[in-house]
């Protein structure tokens, strides 16, 4: 990797490392730093010789994602999608500010600002990887906790968005993960019933 591409992972690591908010399975741990890390293990592990600007767009992928908070939106499905349009939206920005600052130039800012965006989902392969690394971190990290807080036939309805989002590749290594009984349960009636 380039000296740009070291000193961009140090800018985001830092700015992540200022989320006010604790993860909740790392102690100590700043909830997007260690959500960041997440995202870099499982795109290592799908996609090994992945791209300069894949790996950004993946250590990037929730910067400073608190400076939005969900509750600024209205609770509803409609204000959850303006809300995680305007994420992705900043996440861009700061992505791009930081890439700047790191020495990258337009063409490779506009790259990975189009990964973060999820331009080109089911065309661009490596959208498409990036997205199967957020739905994998997102399955075995964070829906047990999701679960608890949600109905079953909701969950069901999650569970069966978040499949269609990835490729058969996400697929696989998604029914491998080392999920519990209970979310393997779901999932199970999730794509039985899809």
């Known amino acids: 990797m380039s000296d740009a591409f070291e ?17 909740p399975y790392e ?3 700043p909830y997007e730093a260690a959500y960041s890390q997440r995202m870099t293990r499982r795109l290592e592990a799908l996609e090994p010789a992945a791209s300069e600007a894949l ?20 609770m509803d499905r409609a204000g959850y999608k303006r809300w995680r349009t305007d994420l992705a939206t900043m996440h861009a920005q700061t992505t791009g500010e930081i890439m700047r600052d790191a020495g990258y130039g337009d063409e490779a800012i506009g790259r990975v600002q189009s990964l973060l965006k999820k331009k080109n989902l089911k065309t661009d392969p490596e959208c498409q990887v990036l997205e199967d690394a957020i739905c994998l971190v997102f399955l075995e990290s964070y829906f047990a906790d999701f679960a608890a807080q949600h109905d079953e036939e909701k969950l069901i309805r999650i569970l069966q968005r978040t499949w269609a989002k990835m490729s058969e590749r996400g697929h696989e290594a998604a029914l ?14 999730a794509l039985s019933a899809g």
């Open 55 to 74: 790996r950004l767009a993946a250590r990037a992928q929730h910067v400073a994602r608190w400076r939005i908070p969900r509750t600024d939106y209205p």
């Open 7 to 23: 000193r961009a992972i140090a800018a985001i690591d830092a700015l992540n490392a200022q989320d006010p908010r604790q993860d």
């Open 176 to 189: 491998k993960l080392p999920l519990s009984a209970e979310i393997g349960r779901l999932l199970k009636k």
């Open 27 to 29: 102690a100590g741990q």
